[in-house]
């Protein structure tokens, strides 16, 4: 199946006019070079694959629970902090009714009203592990995978799904390339020979390739934040990079612009690692 590249710049526009004077025969795109093709996916890729889509549902039912919870207790003036362990705690003192002093803050009413919520939660939580057991389980079989968990910010959850996803890394011709194909980086608009690339800035999400493979794009940045986040105490190359990237930026939303870059530059790390082999080296070098 042909593809269509959507970046605006002298060579596509070439391309496209061609394409537009000249119909295109049946089995004519074979012949092009230019052209890229998707491969036909096993049944057992597209079953990783459906196994992180039932994770992703999941795990957005949970939160959507998680926060109807927090919605109908604060009714009743009881609140908690943001973030999925004070969640937990309005759900633990929706079990028991009482906290940790023994008062009772939650009437039974309420608590028998919200009950089948609780339920649920619990039954996807016992889902989502038992699917995390499993995908833990496949990464220690497969070599690849295993080697792109050595990267800082990515685990068993984006190894697997990156796996899955790219069948052939051989497709792109470098790692930013492969960078474009997640959407980290910004849309290319050129013309004429000036190439007019948007800024890569979470205050504006739309400059970033709105095609590209969301649910990779999250699982690396998402990783890329826990490595910001957890930097201290490590000087690896990576880690180096980003505390300098980080330092340098005086903007105000300076960790999620740095969270991004460092997920461009994790993608490129998995480019390499996919293409040529090895393992992300964590020697430490000087600051």
Known sequence: MPCIRLDKN?????????????????????????????????????????????????????TRMLNALRGHLAEIGVVAAQGAQHAYELKRLLVDGADENGEVVVPDCVRQALAPLVRQIDAIDGELAAIDDEIKALV?????????????????????????????????????????FLGLTPRQNASGGKERLGRITPAKPSVLLEMGDRYLRK??????????????????????????????????YKFKLAAVALANKVARIVFVLMTRGGEYNETPVAA
Do not use: Y
Not at 26 to 32: F, K, L, Q
């Open 10 to 62: 002298d060579a596509v526009d070439a391309a496209a006019i061609s394409r537009r004077m000249r119909s295109i025969r049946p089995g004519e795109a074979v012949g092009r070079p230019s052209m890229r093709f998707v491969p036909v996916r096993s049944i057992d890729n597209q079953a990783q694959l459906m196994r992180h889509r039932a994770r992703e549902l999941l795990a957005g039912n949970r």
């Open 140 to 180: 220690k079989a497969d070599e690849t995978a295993r080697r792109l968990t050595t990267i800082p910010g990515i685990g068993p959850i984006t190894a697997s799904a990156i796996v899955a996803t790219v069948q052939d890394m051989g497709a792109f011709a470098s790692g930013r390339e492969f960078a474009a």
């Open 219 to 252: 699982l690396l940045v998402v990783g890329a934040c826990a490595t910001l986040s957890h930097r201290k105490g490590h000087h690896d190359a990576l880690r180096v990079w980003a505390d300098q990237l980080l330092a340098r930026k005086e903007v105000r």
